[in-house]
Nanobody, 119 residues
């Protein structure tokens, strides 16, 4: 079972940048598609970005395209989310997740890291 630990959250002013990291315990990390999700207060959790096991394919929500970049380093068992041009509406708890190929679902989740963007 994959264990995921996010880090890098914090408070930043609008227009600023943050880089989130998600470290995985599993040595087979490189076989998992990884995703970032977020949940703002009073809202449902939403998809932010995903990356294939090799890093060769990525996709992102329209709301973050051109501002956020997902990447991974399989040698370090880590996936990243570079967030630029942050907006107050990006304020949320950010979670990384690993896709279980057998279920086709994101079954493994980290504990989340808070990102707060002030105007």
């Amino acid at each position: 079972q994959v264990q995921l630990v996010e880090s890098g959250g914090g408070s930043v002013q609008a227009g600023g940048s943050l880089r989130l990291s998600c470290a995985a315990s599993e040595r087979t990390f490189s076989s998992y598609q990884m995703g970032w999700f977020r949940q703002a207060p009073g809202k449902e959790r939403e998809f932010v970005a995903a990356i294939s096991w090799s890093g060769g394919s990525t996709n992102a929500a329209d709301s973050v395209k051109g501002r956020f970049t997902i990447s991974r380093d399989n040698a370090r068992n880590t996936v990243y989310l570079q967030m630029n041009s942050l907006k107050p509406e990006d304020t949320a708890v950010y979670y990384c997740a690993a896709l279980d190929e057998s279920s086709g679902e994101y079954d493994y989740w980290g504990q989340g890291t808070q990102v707060t963007v002030s105007s």
